[in-house]
């Protein structure tokens, strides 16, 4: 699905940032396909969560609004 969005977008892997509140499936899919990841916390992905996951996200943020700050 995401790789069939990315084609239809016509972008390319690195013009892809994959934002999602879920590790296992919306960050996870995201590394899958190399794009960089963004998760965004929700009640039940929280910091000290993180160390739970064999894997790395790009960057994490307490609330969409807070992504502006951080590009």
Known sequence: MMRMAR?????RTEEVIMIGDTMET???GGLQMSY?????YNRS?????LTDF??????AIPAL??????L
């Open 7 to 11: 084609k239809e977008l016509d972008l």
């Open 26 to 28: 919306d960050i996870l």
């Open 36 to 40: 960089r990841t963004i998760l965004v």
């Open 45 to 49: 992905t929280q910091p000290e969560d």
């Open 54 to 59: 064999p894997y790395a996200l790009s960057l």
């Open 65 to 70: 609004k807070d992504l502006i700050a951080e």
